[in-house]
């Protein structure tokens, strides 16, 4: 989701009065291709690390992630080596590489030309260590915006294992606050944390901005699901720690006997990945899901969402430690009109869901999901459409977004 955000941005900004310049790092050998048409991008070199790491599988033959087997098979890619070299020595995180070549080039289109704002958007959480450096360095405003938590998040430990770790992220996440002139989140719980844990060295109230969907991606009315297809559930993410699929498939596999549908007419399709996550083959196994598994793999955003548009309900799980988080899916989902079947304890993400009826929320049971896919299959046999509360989905489209930061940029660089 980060990275489709910041692309719409940079296309959709235009529209009010700004002309946007992306600093990124260059594509990867693996990096599933997106179209950037019409937008300013530098690309800076920089040890491509994700190629380092690729030559450490193969000397330590553990499974590569680019793997045919992986493209046909759901898969969990394990917790090794590479990943202890980035939470012990890569801080922030892995882009740490890219962190000099960016602030140099940056320093140079900033000089070439008048900016009025730096804008930084993480994960990853170098790019606001390169928006704070630059912002020292010229005394041009930056805005900092939060798709993630620094500290604080759920799965801290992973990147930040030891006290030090943990003292060294801190102090460098307090150094880019200070610098900035704005910070924004794309969540309430996000921001309730940024204010609670660094008030003193905020500029200025935290802005919230949420994730959003832009209704010109989607598909024309007469591609949308046909009652004579399949019953479509699609999953578009992936799985790791606790957002695990478990009880989705238990809860699958119940409706499935009950219901007595065939893979000829239920599939669970799903476009992504999984990692840490050992047990992952068993119980696909274990539940019988792999005759109505389509897994797809990573692909591009563009095939994501005419995979959710060919759905009859899209699944979102929220990892039970996590109240704060969104996933960027639902908004994806909201924007094809497709429900959400949503496995999650009451947050911001539940709170949402009923504002816009914008599809079921249950508990991490297989009782629940079972009765949640029974609901969405009757919808889907009576050739109904779901219902939305259009006025309230309509608050997380791209116009109302857009406009809503574009005002944040203006009242930054005054």
């Not at 993400?349 to 009923?354: D, K, Y």
Request: proline share 6%; hydrophobic share 40%; with cysteine.
């Amino acid at each position: 989701m980060g990275g489709v955000r910041v692309r719409r941005l940079a296309r959709l900004l235009p529209r009010f009065g700004w002309d946007p310049v992306v600093l990124t790092h260059t594509k990867g050998a693996d990096s599933v291709d997106e179209t950037v048409s019409g937008i300013h991008v530098e690309e800076v070199a920089a040890l491509d690390l994700t190629r380092a790491y690729r030559w450490i599988r193969q000397r330590t033959k553990s499974p590569s992630p680019t793997s045919a087997s992986a493209a046909k098979q759901p898969m969990s890619l394990p917790i090794g080596l590479t990943s202890e070299i980035n939470r012990w020595f890569m801080i922030p995180d892995k882009q740490i590489p890219w962190c000099h070549a960016a602030v140099k080039r940056g320093r140079e289109l900033l000089s070439r030309q008048e900016f009025s704002v730096i804008f930084a958007s993480q994960d990853p959480r170098t790019s606001l260590l390169v928006a704070a450096r630059l912002s020292r360095q010229t005394g041009i405003p930056c805005v900092l915006e939060y798709r993630d938590l620094w500290t604080g998040n759920p799965y801290y430990h992973i990147t930040q294992p030891t006290v030090l770790h943990r003292w060294i992220h801190r102090r460098l996440e307090r150094q880019a606050l200070r610098q900035a002139s704005r910070v924004s989140a794309v969540s309430r719980g996000i921001a309730e944390y940024l204010t609670k844990v660094h008030h003193d060295v905020l500029p200025a109230p935290v802005d919230l901005n949420y994730n959003f969907f832009d209704p010109a991606e989607y598909a024309v009315e007469s591609t949308l699901p046909r009652q004579s297809a399949p019953f479509t559930i699609s999953y578009t993410g992936a799985f790791y720690g606790k957002r695990k699929p478990h009880e989705f498939f238990e809860g699958m596999q119940a409706f499935l006997k009950q219901s007595g549908l065939t893979p000829a007419q239920f599939r669970f399709r799903w476009a992504g990945g999984a990692s840490g996550i050992g047990d992952l083959e068993a119980i696909v196994e274990r539940t019988g899901a792999r005759p109505y598994l389509d897994f797809l793999g990573q692909i591009p955003h563009r095939n994501a969402l005419r995979l959710l548009m060919e759905s009859h309900a899209a699944l979102l799980i929220q990892a039970p430690d996590d109240a704060i988080h969104i996933p960027g899916k639902l908004f994806e989902a909201m924007g094809a009109r497709v429900p959400v079947l949503a496995l999650a304890h009451p947050c911001e993400v539940t709170e949402i869901i009923e504002r816009c009826r914008a599809g079921i929320v249950c508990p991490c049971t297989k009782e629940s999901v079972a009765n949640a896919l029974t609901r969405l299959y009757q919808t889907y046999s009576s050739g109904n459409r779901w219902s939305f509360e259009e006025a309230e989905v309509g608050q997380f489209s791209a116009d109302h977004a857009v406009r809503k930061l574009a005002a944040l940029l203006e009242s930054a660089s005054v």
